[in-house]
């Protein structure tokens, strides 16, 4: 009888360890267990400049382009205020140089035009000159004129080759001058070369002037940690805070090696929170990784606690800003 009694117990002992064990065993759908994250965005500095201002804290909500941060520009303003005072010298230079381009070409075609007409004329008379000496030549050589209105026609005759010869020096002045427009439009065009040089330093100095203000990512994001306060020197490449977008949030899994081939990109999941158990969310798998690895100590699988996984990601989709990062839950496959 005592016999029978114990035999009755080791059973009811087994049965009952057998249950607990069952209890605790995981023998609902396949599901994955993981965190949820986002993916993080570091703001950082591309100049130099000590922190005037960080204009929103942990946890703060920020317009997309928004100024997170401002700098000292103080020495980049200086800059480019000569900048813009070295264009306005160049800019009446050149007012100056083409108003003498155009004096110049005004003064020196007239000039050209006045002396052309002075060789005209000299050529003229220096004609007739020659042919009224020609003519008393004849003249004295037949008896009929005299020796002193030979030498009058003479004269005559010189003093217009020699106003001839005049009139062709000064023209041949006048067009040398015209080389004067063409040095004076060169000199312009110096000008406008520097001006437009001055004009793509003073661009380029407005670029770098425009990131002393450091702004937030094109969509709306939270703060999540400050790195830089104000009174703080930021290098280039310093991070200034680390922004998340709440509409961009996804749960980390972990998936055994020997589920993976069905845990595909594209695939359709449920997600649901230990926060919110009974309350299923879609999801949506974006990434499953190309290489298994071992899982971490802190993300464990119900099916399989232990070898190798791949890591996957899983996209919300519905109610995404309900999704705190770092809080636990389940993936489950559908279907």
């Known amino acids: 009888m005592t016999r029978r009694r114990a035999v009755l117990g080791a ?8 249950l607990v064990w069952w209890l605790r065993g995981d023998h609902g759908p396949p599901h994955y267990t993981g965190f949820v994250e986002g993916e993080e965005r570091v703001v950082r500095s591309e100049v130099t400049g000590r922190v005037l201002e960080v204009a929103f804290a942990e946890g703060a909500s920020v317009p997309a382009r928004a100024v997170v941060a401002r700098l000292d520009d103080a020495d980049i303003r200086s800059r480019i205020d000569t900048k813009r005072e070295e264009l ?24 050209v035009s006045a002396r052309r007409a002075e060789v005209r004329e000299a050529e003229a008379t220096a004609d007739v000159s020659r042919r009224s000496f020609a003519r008393e030549q004849q003249l004295v050589a037949r008896g009929a004129s005299t020796a002193q209105l030979l030498d009058d026609a003479r004269a005559r005759r010189d003093q217009a080759a020699s106003a001839l010869e005049r009139a062709r020096e000064l023209l041949a002045r006048a067009e040398a001058d015209q080389g004067q427009i063409g040095v004076a439009r060169r000199q312009a065009d110096v000008l406008r070369e520097k001006r437009e040089q001055a004009r793509a330093e003073l661009g380029e100095l407005e670029v770098t002037r425009a990131k002393f203000e450091i702004r937030s990512p094109d969509v709306p994001t939270v703060v999540q940690t400050q790195f830089l306060w104000p009174g703080e020197l930021a290098q280039p490449g310093t991070a200034i805070v680390a922004v998340l977008d709440p509409r961009d949030k996804y749960v980390q899994v972990y998936v055994p090696v020997a589920e993976v081939a069905r845990f595909r990109v594209g695939g359709r999941v449920e997600i649901v929170l230990d926060s919110e158990p009974g309350r299923r969310v879609p999801g949506e798998i974006s990434f499953v990784a190309d290489q298994a690895n071992f899982t971490p100590e802190k993300i464990e699988t119900r099916s399989d606690r232990m070898g190798q996984v791949y890591r996957a990601k899983v996209r919300i989709l519905q109610d995404v800003e309900h999704f705190q990062p770092g809080t636990e839950g389940d993936v489950y496959l559908r279907g």
């Open 11 to 18: 059973v009811v002992v087994a049965v009952l360890a057998g």
């Open 88 to 111: 306005d010298v160049l800019e009446a230079d050149i007012g100056r140089q083409e108003e003498q381009v155009a004096l110049l070409e005004k003064t020196l075609e007239r000039d």
